[in-house]
């Protein structure tokens, strides 16, 4: 488990956050920074922000998959493009 603290930092948009990692992970994050070019800042943001966006995509399909349960209606393709006037 990692411990993670967020402040505000006076005159500045948004929060900070502070990650207490091991040194292992610590120097891990700092090649693969090094190794793309960027700060680790930089890194840190991108690999939240994609699992934020990987955590609302499951999410999504969940929501959708649970709809999908409530009344299962199932149109083949040969008959959606039929439809569709597109066969």
Not at 64 to 79: C, G
């Amino acid at each position: 488990c990692y411990n993670a603290k967020t402040y505000s930092k006076p005159n500045t948009k948004g929060n900070q956050m502070i990650i207490d990692l091991p040194k292992e992970v610590q120097n891990t994050f700092a090649a693969i920074a090094e190794q793309k070019n960027i700060t680790q800042e930089l890194l840190a943001k991108e690999a939240i922000m994609e699992w934020i966006q990987d955590f609302e995509d499951a999410r999504e399909a969940d929501n959708a998959h649970k709809e999908f349960m409530q009344s299962p209606e199932v149109i083949l393709a040969d008959e959606a493009y039929k439809e569709l006037g597109l066969k």
